[in-house]
């Protein structure tokens, strides 16, 4: 092809559509990535401190298994919940949006009875790092949760004045988003925890 | 039945823009949700800061120039940090120092700058009726405003103000019985600044999804303004760094008020040895420089987007190298985030990183180099247009390059320990993130005031303005490289005890007379832009011929912006002087279709695709339920 016939092509340029996502969703995934970044930094310093050494080592209490389990079985109820919304399955939304909030508080519950058998092994919030940061991700993490019960409230409270159907997901969307995300962080922080003890 | 669930909608819709009518006025001019309002509550309370800020480096600055002056004439403003033969407490000068930083830094050049241009700007040039969340915009200025509260306090406590430092490092600002500007004053640091992040972050949020989701037809990413790319990167910046610094404050105020040891390890204070064990002071730093370097460019991005913007209108040409400056912004963005440990050279970290992390700091040189050139070019032949903005912006440049050049001798591992905390770390950041994004504040103040408040500000003072303030920002910070080659240590109350250091005494004399000087040339400026507000000529509805979007709103844009339909926008914003055309500008929602003289090849091409621009949505929030 000779470079007179290349100018020859003709180019069919496409108008570029503008970009659009809910934008209430779109402030919610950058909400996700300040506490990602919250929780990478955390995560980084333990490393750093970590890598000084004067680290305690000790064994975590068992009950944090049994609460990743919890957290996980409310996520899967959390979808089960979006998904019969969806379906305009009120009955079973509000089972499911029910039992979420449920195993939400039952996972508080559980981390701070983790908190309580970590000071039965002595290992306290006020000394050496290894432990104080244990706590801290622990309780961040809380906090966040606690943030997502919050959320999960207004969902439920939504969900048994019919306010959440097939036509009106935003609102379960986001929760149901948040809350896996949350439950994906405990996932990540305990396997953390777990491989750099 | 589908009638029916119709009509049911509207009635939503309806009832979700009673709000639209007529507000009172605690919600029109408080609490208001509108950008342009929170833009200006932000101006305003900048300023503020701005002025309080440098009054206080005024203070400082006499403390350093005339060591054995008596200034009890302050005791009127600073009562008992007076003493009584007319001398400024040591722990006073220390809070001074801090607060200065902590003002000028976060309250003036990171919400005041960014936050009065990127809430006033964002919409009006990317045609959007306001910001995506109103009300998280409220609740940013509103968090931002309580951060201000806290730390107007603290004051006026009686053991002062923080006073480690604006980098607060541990272990003196974790131990409250290690100085007096670590007692309750720090601890209103660390609330007032992890308000401030939350403050941040939610405005940054809302910077980005309005970027992003809330263009209207035709404003592709290629065809935004170069202010909106810098305040976008600049929201990306700071959304990523700041949850780094609230990391570390969180783990300080543990350490304080808790005693944990996350930075505190073996010390003995008073007689007495602590019972912290196995913190790291090093950790602080590194979290702290993760935030603290992306801070610096969160700074003075936006600057750098304002002057693009300003250099090009009042050049009336093309900005020069488009893609190259947006190349080079994401270039300085990403490159922010990998170099914080040039903070840190003489922690005793270990030389080899030290060469890695200086070898990524110079490679910022390149990036920055772009953008100086470019500016360059653009001014290079064009019909200059010397308004007040226009000169700052250049004034903003001529601090780029002749601050830049001492970054890179400080970006060297091996200099930085001869230089670290010495007065020439102290000249290069003023004059290059001090002084540059301050007048990137002053060109987009006197740039967009026809657009805030619909008059102009008085041209001649704006000028006398300038060249006081160019002239005395050079005039304090350049002999400052000198003293800082000397070895003058920053923060140090006096250096007279030294023998060497008395040959310089006459050299701090001069500096402190010039910032006096400059800080008076300010009032012009307050005196300027108050009176403005109220008296200025009214101003026209573009008076600077621009092509941006913000000038076809009305001459006073009214809640929404545009009155009717939004624009549709189907070329660049830099078409200034375009051969053939009859002005030398072609504004933004110009069609090609009306601008056949001036067309080139490839433009004639777009034509065809202008009814497919007009035809796509519009994003525009008032027909959506919101």
């Given at each position: 092809m000779t470079v007179e016939a290349t100018h020859q092509i003709p180019i069919q340029k496409e108008p570029e559509a503008t970009l659009s996502v809910d934008p209430k969703k779109f402030i919610l995934w950058l909400f996700i990535v300040s506490i990602v970044m919250l929780f990478a930094s955390q995560t980084s310093a333990y490393l750093v401190r970590r890598a000084e050494g004067n680290w305690l080592e000790f064994q975590m209490p068992i009950i944090f298994w049994y609460s990743t389990v919890v957290l996980f079985f409310s996520s899967i109820s959390m979808q089960w919940a979006y998904n019969s919304a969806k379906k305009d399955n009120f009955t079973q939304l509000k089972t499911a949006i029910s039992i979420t909030f449920a195993l939400g508080l039952l996972f508080l519950g559980m981390q701070f009875q983790g908190w309580r058998e970590m000071v039965d092994m002595?290992?306290?919030?006020?000394?050496?790092p290894s432990g104080s940061f244990l706590y801290v991700f622990t309780g961040l993490h809380g906090f966040h949760l606690i943030s997502g019960l919050v959320v999960l409230l207004t969902a439920l409270v939504a969900a048994f004045r019919f306010k959440v159907h097939a036509k009106s997901l935003r609102r379960i969307e986001i929760c149901a988003t948040y809350w896996h995300f949350l439950d994906f962080l405990w996932i990540y922080l305990f396997f953390f925890l777990l491989t750099f003890n | 039945m589908s009638t029916l669930s119709t009509g049911t909608d509207v009635v939503v819709y309806e009832e979700e823009h009673v709000h639209h009518d007529d507000p009172n006025f605690w919600r029109k001019y408080i609490f208001s949700e509108d950008h342009k309002v929170i833009a200006k509550q932000y101006l305003i309370t900048g300023i503020f800061w701005a002025m309080l800020g440098i009054a206080m480096s005024v203070v400082f600055r006499i403390q350093l120039g005339f060591p054995d002056a008596d200034i009890s004439w302050l005791k009127p403003v600073l009562g008992q940090w007076i003493s009584e033969t007319g001398k400024l407490d040591p722990n006073f000068y220390l809070a001074l120092v801090t607060m200065h930083g902590t003002i000028m830094v976060f309250f003036v050049l990171t919400a005041g700058l960014s936050g009065t241009f990127s809430n006033f700007l964002i919409p009006l040039q990317i045609g959007a009726r306001d910001m995506a969340s109103g009300f998280l915009n409220m609740l940013s200025y509103w968090f931002f405003f309580t951060a201000s509260v806290v730390m107007f306090a603290s004051l006026f406590l009686q053991t002062g103000p923080a006073a480690g430092g604006w980098v607060v490092y541990p272990p003196l600002s974790a131990l409250?019985?290690?100085?007096?500007?670590?007692?309750l004053g720090m601890s209103l640091w660390l609330i007032s600044m992890a308000l401030f992040i939350v403050s941040q972050l939610l405005g940054g949020i809302n910077y980005i999804t309005t970027v992003i989701n809330l263009r209207t037809r035709g404003m592709t990413f290629n065809k935004l303004p170069l202010t909106i790319w810098a305040f976008l990167i600049t929201a990306v910046l700071g959304l990523i760094s700041f949850p780094v610094l609230l990391s570390a404050a969180l783990l300080l105020i543990f350490d304080r008020n808790f005693g944990t040891s996350f930075y505190l390890s073996e010390i003995y204070i008073a007689g007495e040895a602590l019972p912290n064990v196995g913190g790291s002071p090093i950790l602080f730093q590194h979290l702290f420089w993760f935030l603290g370097h992306p801070e610096v460019y969160i700074v003075l991005l936006p600057a750098l987007g304002i002057t693009s913007e300003i250099i090009a209108t009042n050049s009336r040409k093309p900005i020069f190298g488009y893609r190259a400056m947006i190349a080079s912004l994401l270039g300085i963005a990403f490159l922010a985030f990998i170099v914080w440990a040039h903070h840190m050279?003489?922690?005793?970290?270990?030389p080899f990183l030290g060469s890695v992390f200086m070898f990524l700091t110079l490679i910022i040189a390149v990036p920055s180099a772009v953008k100086a050139f470019n500016y360059i070019t653009t001014l290079w032949k064009g019909n200059i247009v010397f308004t007040p903005a226009m000169l700052f912006s250049i004034g903003l440049v001529s601090f780029f390059v002749s601050g830049g050049l001492t970054g890179i001798i400080l970006g060297n591992s091996a200099l930085d320990i001869q230089l670290h905390d010495t007065y020439f770390v102290v000249a290069h950041f003023h004059i290059v993130m001090g002084a540059a994004s301050a007048f990137g504040f002053f060109a987009g103040v006197y740039h967009w005031f026809p657009k805030m408040f619909g008059r102009m500000m008085n041209n001649t003072l704006g000028q006398i303005h300038f060249w006081m303030t160019f002239i005395g920002v050079y005039l304090v910070f350049f002999p400052l490289h000198y003293i800082g080659i000397a070895g003058f240590p920053r923060r140090y109350y006096q250096f007279t005890t030294y023998d060497f250091t008395s040959s310089y005494t006459d050299l701090n004399m001069f500096v402190t007379v010039a910032a006096i000087l400059t800080f008076f040339a300010q009032f012009i400026f307050i005196y300027n832009f108050f009176s403005s507000i109220f008296t200025g000529k009214r101003s026209p509805q573009n008076p600077w011929r621009s092509n941006t979007l913000e000038w076809t709103t009305p001459i006073k844009p009214g809640h929404g912006n545009w009155p009717g339909e939004i624009p549709a926008v189907y070329r660049w914003s830099y078409d200034y002087s375009k051969p053939g055309a009859a002005e030398d500008f072609i504004p933004q929602n110009v069609p090609y279709s009306q601008t056949l003289e001036s067309n080139l090849p490839h433009e004639n091409e777009e034509i065809k695709m202008e009814a497919e621009i007009e035809a796509q949505n519009f994003n525009d929030q008032f027909d959506q339920p919101h």
């Open positions: 002595k290992v306290y919030f006020v000394g050496n | 409250p019985q290690a100085h007096l500007g670590s007692e050279f003489v922690t005793g970290m270990n």
